[in-house]
């Protein structure tokens, strides 16, 4: 069994993990592009973490130009055996209210100008995505919130959007009204990139504000979503902090299955696969064609 190593990746106002001890930096080369950042190597807790700042250091990568295919990949190289990622969201219920944490279990994808996959023309490969986020993951998070006593609700549905602008009234009045939860711009590409490179995947969505549906609270702005922000900074160590207090020393297998995701998804007949592309999959697909042979 694998050394279980925790990627976090941090999101909107999450530059940095104070909570990591002994820790060095690493710039991971990969076939796909350049990381968002530096690799911050370390441990919180009793557990082996590696952190990664989503959208660079000074929030340099906006949604759509965050180069994902490579920082997973940079997670995958790195020995990461399973990944907690922290971003922000707005919320589309009453009761997920600004500062709540929502561990997300469903996507929708409506985002549509980014690449989404590792897999193309010389590879094809179908994973299943039924379920997208771990369950075990959520469920040491959702403990450690409740050890904490922060506010956080295990389970809900995020409208991955392509953004960078927020919502209009009446998209954010539409998504609502379809029963969804919560709103973001990045977690459903990176669960969907994680679950190829057989990573599990948790998501704890942070809620910021309504987006724009709410009469009483207006349209979202820059300001009032980092004030939220800051406000969650140190709630958000020290939930990763507990939650990697005692993570196991080796990885325990995904319920979902997202740690053998590829195990009969690769389509191309051995003969018929790109080299070029099957050079850049090295590190995604290492176990599966090793399994399969």
């Given at each position: 069994?694998?050394?279980?190593?925790?990627?976090?990746i941090g999101g909107s106002g999450v530059y940095k993990l104070a909570g990591l001890t002994d820790v060095r930096e690493q710039r991971v080369a990969t076939p796909w592009g350049e990381p968002s950042g530096v690799l911050h190597f370390g441990r919180i807790g009793g557990a082996e973490a590696v952190f990664l700042a989503r959208h660079g250091q000074g929030h340099r990568f906006s949604p759509s130009t965050i180069n994902y295919r490579a920082n997973i990949?940079?997670?995958?190289?790195?020995?990461?055996?399973?990944?907690?990622?922290?971003?922000?969201?707005?919320?589309?219920?009453?009761?997920?209210?600004?500062?709540?944490?929502?561990?997300?279990?469903?996507?929708?994808?409506?985002?549509?100008?980014?690449?989404?996959?590792?897999?193309?023309?010389?590879?094809?490969?179908?994973?299943?995505?039924?379920?997208?986020?771990?369950?075990?993951?959520?469920?040491?998070?959702?403990?450690?919130?409740?050890?904490?006593?922060?506010?956080?609700?295990?389970?809900?549905?995020?409208?991955?959007?392509?953004?960078?602008?927020?919502?209009?009234?009446?998209?954010?009045?539409?998504?609502?009204?379809?029963?969804?939860?919560?709103?973001?711009?990045?977690?459903?590409?990176?669960?969907?990139?994680?679950?190829?490179?057989?990573?599990?995947?948790?998501?704890?969505?942070?809620?910021?504000?309504?987006?724009?549906?709410?009469?009483?609270?207006?349209?979202?702005?820059?300001?009032?979503?980092?004030?939220?922000?800051?406000?969650?900074?140190?709630?958000?160590?020290?939930?990763?902090?507990?939650?990697?207090?005692?993570?196991?020393?080796?990885?325990?297998?995904?319920?979902?299955?997202?740690?053998?995701?590829?195990?009969?998804?690769?389509?191309?007949?051995?003969?018929?696969?790109?080299?070029?592309?099957?050079?850049?999959?090295?590190?995604?697909?290492?176990?599966?064609?090793?399994?399969?042979?």
């Amino acid at each position: 069994m694998a050394k279980a190593i925790v990627g976090i990746i941090g999101g909107s106002g999450v530059y940095k993990l104070a909570g990591l001890t002994d820790v060095r930096e690493q710039r991971v080369a990969t076939p796909w592009g350049e990381p968002s950042g530096v690799l911050h190597f370390g441990r919180i807790g009793g557990a082996e973490a590696v952190f990664l700042a989503r959208h660079g250091q000074g929030h340099r990568f906006s949604p759509s130009t965050i180069n994902y295919r490579a920082n997973i990949d940079a997670l995958k190289r790195a020995g990461v055996t399973d990944v907690i990622a922290v971003s922000a969201c707005g919320s589309f219920r009453e009761e997920l209210f600004p500062g709540l944490f929502v561990l997300v279990d469903q996507f929708e994808d409506r985002t549509f100008a980014r690449q989404t996959s590792f897999f193309g023309a010389g590879c094809v490969a179908h994973v299943p995505m039924a379920h997208p986020t771990s369950p075990l993951l959520r469920a040491r998070i959702a403990a450690a919130a409740a050890a904490e006593g922060i506010a956080c609700r295990n389970g809900g549905s995020y409208l991955c959007m392509e953004g960078p602008q927020f919502s209009t009234l009446a998209e954010s009045l539409a998504y609502k009204a379809r029963g969804l939860d919560v709103i973001g711009m990045t977690a459903a590409t990176e669960a969907k990139l994680a679950r190829e490179a057989e990573l599990p995947y948790a998501a704890v969505a942070m809620v910021t504000d309504y987006d724009c549906w709410h009469e009483e609270h207006g349209p979202v702005d820059v300001a009032s979503v980092l004030r939220i922000v800051r406000l969650n900074a140190e709630r958000v160590e020290a939930l990763l902090t507990r939650a990697l207090e005692d993570f196991p020393a080796e990885h325990e297998p995904c319920p979902s299955g997202a740690d053998r995701a590829l195990d009969g998804a690769i389509m191309t007949h051995p003969d018929a696969r790109d080299p070029e592309l099957m050079n850049k999959l090295e590190a995604i697909v290492a176990r599966a064609l090793a399994a399969a042979r």
